[in-house]
Structure formats: C-alpha cells, structure tokens
C-alpha cells in the first residue's frame, strides 16, 4: 500500500528545489495537478513525474524486501549481532541467492573478527575470497540487540539520455486535458511539468535537445537533476534544466 503522506512529503521536497530555483515562496499542493502557485502575474498549475535513466533507484527499492530476508538469516546466528555495511555485486535473482549472500556476510564478518579487521572489500580482501559481495563492514562503536543491514549504494556518474525523459513527458502529457477540464482548475492560466531524475541514478550528464519538447502541451518543463542538488541560489541551472 502507497503511504500517500511520504508520497506527497517526497514530492514536495523535490520540487522545492525548483521553487527555489525561481525564487516561488508560496504554493499550495494539490492532486490534478500536484502543486499551484502564481508567478509572473499567472497562476501556474504544477504536475511533477520522476525520471529513472538508469533504474538505479527502483532497484534499490525493490532490494530492500531481500535484504529483510537476509536480515532474517543473519539473526539466527550465534554471533554478536553487529550494524553491517556491505554492497553486493548484483541485485539480480535475490530470492534464490539470499541465504548465499548471508553465509558469505556471516563468514565474512567471523573472518574479520578473527583476523582483527573490520573492512573488507573486492580490492583490499586481506586473503578473505568475496563472491557474492564487494564490501562489507561491521560498526565497532554501535552493537545492536539484532543484526541489522546498511547497503552502500554507490555508482559511476551516468548520462540521463532523452528517451527516459521523452517518456516520462509523454506519460504526464496524456492527462494533461483532463487536467485542464476540470472546475476547480479553471483558474489555472499554464500548466507547467517537472521531472526529477534521483541522487540513486548517478545522472552527472544530461543528454537533450530542448528543440524536441517545443510541441508539448505544457508551457513550461524543468528537469531537476538530484545529482547535483545542492545549496541551489535562484537562478542556478547546473541542476535545473529548462526544457521549455
């Protein structure tokens, strides 16, 4: 089930940073569309989407149902229960190599506690053989009263093609004269789209060419990269792409 109240707090968060970036104080969220604000003299209707280029981030999410599984196969040891951060080589096939990627964590750490060190990984192993993971580490200052898993999530900048983003346009374009046929949307003189594209997607480059959007219904289209979320200061474009 959708917790729809972190739905909506996640959205906003991420669209403040467009908010900013125009140097908008006040807006109301919404539903059809998700945010309404006046700008320039114009009231704006908002619809926000996210973008996925390297489905990074859905992976991740997905994961974390394997990683209660292998949490579960962690607390049936006998040794002392540790925070464990650790990174596996592939996320693919988690059900059926789940209790695998526990046993290679518990000989791990017990090969680590033995050996007096708490790191490992796939190039400074000091002799311990990793297969099914690339790094793993145990908190010595923190010990819980159960196992429990912290995945380090990392990757090699990518570049966020257009096709993603043609996508992700063309889904929310689809409603957009629903949207505009609605009562309490009369009032609404343009209608704008944001797309947010992940931290977890490692997007450091964006590939698009801004003619192609010049058709779209909405008037105005951004793209946020959450790569570079930062300090955004109004008026900063190395994170925020206008695409119309």
Request: glycine share 6%.
């Amino acid at each position: 089930m959708v917790d729809v109240e972190a739905k909506h707090k996640q959205e906003q968060w991420e669209v403040e940073f467009l908010f900013k970036h125009l140097g908008i104080a006040t807006y109301r969220k919404g539903e059809s569309p998700d945010f309404t604000f006046d700008y320039e003299g114009k009231h704006i209707g908002l619809e926000h989407t996210n973008c996925f280029p390297n489905g990074k981030t859905l992976e991740h999410n997905s994961w974390q149902k394997i990683e209660d599984l292998i949490v579960a196969e962690l607390n049936k040891s006998d040794l002392q229960p540790r925070l464990i951060a650790y990174s596996v080589t592939t996320h693919k096939n988690g059900k059926k190599t789940y209790t695998d990627i526990a046993d290679e964590i518990l000989s791990a750490y017990k090969w680590m506690i033995d050996n007096e060190v708490n790191t490992i990984d796939i190039f400074d192993n000091y002799g311990f053989p990793l297969k099914a993971l690339t790094y793993i580490h145990y908190s010595t200052s923190y010990i819980p009263d159960r196992f429990s898993l912290s995945e380090m999530v990392g990757g090699v900048g990518n570049l966020a093609g257009i096709n993603h983003i043609i996508d992700s346009v063309s889904k929310k374009e689809k409603l957009l004269a629903k949207y505009k046929g609605k009562n309490e949307n009369s009032s609404i003189q343009e209608f704008w789209l944001s797309i947010y594209i992940p931290t977890d997607e490692y997007c450091t480059e964006v590939e698009c060419d801004t003619t192609y959007f010049k058709d779209c219904q909405y008037d105005r289209i951004y793209l946020i990269n959450g790569r570079h979320i930062g300090a955004l200061s109004r008026g900063d474009t190395t994170s925020i792409i206008r695409l119309k």
